[in-house]
Protein backbone atom coordinates (compact mmCIF):
# COMPACT_ATOMS: atom_id res chain seq x y z
CA UNK A 1 0.00 0.00 0.00
CA UNK A 2 0.98 3.70 -0.85
CA UNK A 3 2.20 6.23 2.07
CA UNK A 4 2.81 2.63 4.58
CA UNK A 5 6.26 0.85 5.40
CA UNK A 6 3.71 -1.47 7.17
CA UNK A 7 2.93 -5.13 4.87
CA UNK A 8 0.22 -7.28 5.63
CA UNK A 9 0.59 -11.36 5.47
CA UNK A 10 -2.27 -13.24 4.98
CA UNK A 11 -3.46 -16.91 5.48
CA UNK A 12 -6.69 -18.38 3.91
CA UNK A 13 -8.24 -19.62 7.44
CA UNK A 14 -7.76 -19.06 10.68
CA UNK A 15 -4.95 -20.80 11.52
CA UNK A 16 -3.99 -21.99 15.36
CA UNK A 17 -0.34 -20.58 14.83
CA UNK A 18 1.54 -18.41 12.42
CA UNK A 19 4.82 -17.82 11.68
CA UNK A 20 6.56 -15.69 8.43
CA UNK A 21 10.05 -15.85 7.41
CA UNK A 22 11.61 -13.17 4.97
CA UNK A 23 14.36 -13.38 3.27
CA UNK A 24 16.51 -11.26 0.81
CA UNK A 25 17.42 -12.19 -3.17
CA UNK A 26 20.72 -13.95 -1.35
CA UNK A 27 18.72 -16.55 0.48
CA UNK A 28 19.94 -14.82 4.02
CA UNK A 29 17.06 -14.66 6.52
CA UNK A 30 16.14 -11.00 6.99
CA UNK A 31 12.83 -11.18 9.86
CA UNK A 32 10.80 -13.69 11.22
CA UNK A 33 7.40 -12.28 12.26
CA UNK A 34 6.44 -14.82 15.02
CA UNK A 35 5.19 -13.02 17.97
CA UNK A 36 1.74 -13.14 19.01
CA UNK A 37 -0.24 -10.13 19.49
CA UNK A 38 2.09 -7.61 17.90
CA UNK A 39 3.60 -9.26 14.86
CA UNK A 40 1.25 -12.20 14.59
CA UNK A 41 -2.49 -12.42 14.60
CA UNK A 42 -3.24 -15.97 14.21
CA UNK A 43 -6.97 -15.73 15.30
CA UNK A 44 -7.36 -13.26 12.14
CA UNK A 45 -4.41 -15.33 9.62
CA UNK A 46 -2.40 -11.97 9.57
CA UNK A 47 1.01 -11.28 9.75
CA UNK A 48 2.51 -7.36 9.99
CA UNK A 49 5.61 -6.34 8.47
CA UNK A 50 7.15 -3.18 9.24
CA UNK A 51 9.80 -3.67 6.72
CA UNK A 52 12.54 -3.34 9.41
CA UNK A 53 14.93 -6.35 9.25
CA UNK A 54 15.35 -8.52 12.98
CA UNK A 55 18.05 -5.80 13.73
CA UNK A 56 15.16 -2.77 13.95
CA UNK A 57 16.81 -1.49 10.75
CA UNK A 58 14.57 -0.44 7.50
CA UNK A 59 15.41 -3.14 4.47
CA UNK A 60 16.67 -1.54 1.50
CA UNK A 61 15.06 -1.80 -2.05
CA UNK A 62 15.08 -5.09 -4.05
CA UNK A 63 13.54 -8.41 -3.87
CA UNK A 64 12.47 -10.25 -1.10
CA UNK A 65 10.82 -14.07 -0.94
CA UNK A 66 8.21 -15.55 2.10
CA UNK A 67 7.66 -18.39 3.58
CA UNK A 68 4.10 -18.54 5.59
CA UNK A 69 4.37 -21.26 8.14
CA UNK A 70 0.26 -21.65 9.28
CA UNK A 71 -0.94 -25.21 11.35
CA UNK A 72 -4.79 -25.65 10.68
CA UNK A 73 -6.13 -28.62 12.48
CA UNK A 74 -2.40 -29.75 13.64
CA UNK A 75 -1.09 -30.07 10.23
CA UNK A 76 1.36 -27.17 9.09
CA UNK A 77 0.65 -25.70 5.38
CA UNK A 78 2.66 -23.71 3.98
CA UNK A 79 2.90 -20.79 1.20
CA UNK A 80 5.66 -18.42 -0.60
CA UNK A 81 5.82 -15.37 -2.78
CA UNK A 82 8.00 -13.14 -3.32
CA UNK A 83 7.31 -9.24 -2.88
CA UNK A 84 9.15 -6.08 -4.00
CA UNK A 85 10.39 -3.11 -1.45
CA UNK A 86 10.83 0.21 -3.01
CA UNK A 87 12.10 3.01 -0.84
Known amino acids: PC ?5 TFFS ?5 SMKVEIYNIAGELVRI ?4 GSEVFA ?3 EALWDSNNDEGYPV ?16 EETKT ?7
Open 3 to 7: GTDKI
Open 12 to 16: SSFPE
Open 33 to 36: LDVE
Open 43 to 45: NLG
Open 60 to 75: SSGLYFYLIKAKIGGI
Open 81 to 87: GKLTILR
